[in-house]
Nanobody, 122 residues
Framework: QVQLVESGGGLVQPGGSLRLSCAAS?????????MGWYRQAAGRERELVAI????????KYADSVKGRFTISRDNAKRTVSLQMNSLKPEDTAVYYC??????????????WGQGTLVTVSS
């Protein structure tokens, strides 16, 4: 079974920092597609936060997080991370990891993590 497991969420004060990590596990041959982070705040739809191409050379960010968040990936370790700085209360949400182009013996999959809660509050 292929899984994405997030870690690093928690409670932080406004202006603080957190680093989210996501690790892929299971019977995976490779992950060649886009990996990214999405978030869903209470009462709102899930939205894109940041994505990174398979090579790691191209990234895209939501306007609301540009200049504050940085996404990175390690293809050898099959991980994707999100460094979040200057956090604001409006960043409070459940953050989900996503991976496309997950190559397995059963075919190419898109996989979602279970989510990790980030709360920004004083």
């Amino acid at each position: 079974q292929v899984q994405l497991v997030e870690s690093g969420g928690g409670l932080v004060q406004p202006g603080g920092s957190l680093r989210l990590s996501c690790a892929a596990s299971g019977n995976i041959i490779s992950i060649s597609g886009i990996m990214g982070w999405y978030r869903q705040a209470a009462g709102r739809e899930r939205e894109l936060v940041a994505i990174i191409a398979g090579s790691g050379g191209t990234t895209k960010y939501a306007d609301s997080v540009k200049g504050r968040f940085t996404i990175s990936r390690d293809n050898a370790k099959r991980t994707v991370s999100l460094q979040m700085n200057s956090l604001k209360p409006e960043d409070t949400a459940v953050y989900y990891c996503n991976a496309e182009g997950v190559d397995t013996p059963r075919g190419i999959l898109e996989v979602w993590g279970q989510g990790t809660l980030v709360t920004v509050s004083s």
